[in-house]
């Protein structure tokens, strides 16, 4: 029994590590996307008033991308997981990453609204087939799906003001 209690201590402590990896992959892309194409044609853009301060961006994102980690993390440890889900949950950070650069990189911001849009749909069909069969993962999703609902008010605001 201990040895089986080591084994899956070890496949628990691996799948988290992976997750995180592949998880923060999207964050570290779409992080030095922003970081090295943002300036000076963000700076110059009209802002609506709600705007958040820049420096609010960063800690948000890390906690929202660490709780993706441990709500993908929880499902895959689940008796009922199934792997279209995981396809999703790794299909729905390529559209995350896909925002920056359409978004900082190439400065397309409707685009980026129409990327955006797809991407709240996939959490939101994460959060259905998570609440199916883990609720823990399914709690941890929904402030990422709040703050992708406010970067598409952000996003549109952006669109009308310029």
Same mark, same amino acid.
């Given at each position: 029994?201990?040895?089986?209690?080591?084994?899956?201590?070890?496949?628990?402590?691996? *799948?988290?590590? %992976?997750?995180?990896?592949?998880?923060?992959? &999207? $964050?570290?892309?779409?992080?030095?996307?922003?970081?090295?194409?943002?300036? =000076?044609?963000?700076?110059?853009?009209?802002? =609506? *008033?709600?705007? =958040?301060?820049?420096?609010?961006?960063? =800690?948000?994102?890390?906690?929202?991308?660490?709780?993706?980690? /441990? &709500? /993908?993390?929880?499902?895959?440890? $689940?008796?009922?997981?199934?792997?279209?889900?995981?396809?999703?949950?790794?299909?729905?950070?390529?559209?995350?990453?896909?925002?920056?650069?359409?978004?900082?990189?190439?400065?397309?911001?409707?685009? &980026?609204? &129409?990327?955006?849009?797809?991407?709240?749909?996939?959490? *939101?069909?994460?959060?259905?087939?998570?609440?199916?069969?883990?609720?823990?993962?399914?709690?941890?999703? /929904?402030?990422?799906?709040?703050?992708?609902?406010?970067?598409?008010? %952000?996003?549109?605001?952006?669109?009308?003001?310029?």
């Amino acid at each position: 029994m201990l040895m089986y209690n080591t084994i899956m201590f070890k496949n628990k402590f691996l *799948t988290f590590i %992976l997750f995180f990896v592949i998880t923060y992959s &999207a $964050s570290a892309i779409g992080g030095l996307a922003t970081i090295n194409f943002k300036e =000076p044609w963000y700076s110059l853009l009209a802002k =609506p *008033t709600f705007n =958040p301060p820049d420096w609010i961006f960063a =800690p948000v994102w890390t906690t929202l991308y660490l709780m993706m980690t /441990i &709500a /993908i993390w929880n499902f895959w440890h $689940s008796k009922n997981r199934d792997m279209n889900t995981v396809y999703i949950y790794f299909i729905h950070l390529i559209f995350n990453t896909t925002w920056s650069i359409v978004f900082f990189v190439f400065h397309k911001m409707i685009l &980026a609204l &129409a990327v955006l849009i797809l991407l709240i749909c996939l959490i *939101t069909i994460l959060l259905f087939r998570f609440r199916r069969v883990n609720m823990i993962s399914f709690y941890m999703m /929904i402030p990422y799906l709040l703050w992708c609902c406010f970067a598409l008010v %952000l996003n549109l605001n952006l669109i009308i003001l310029n």
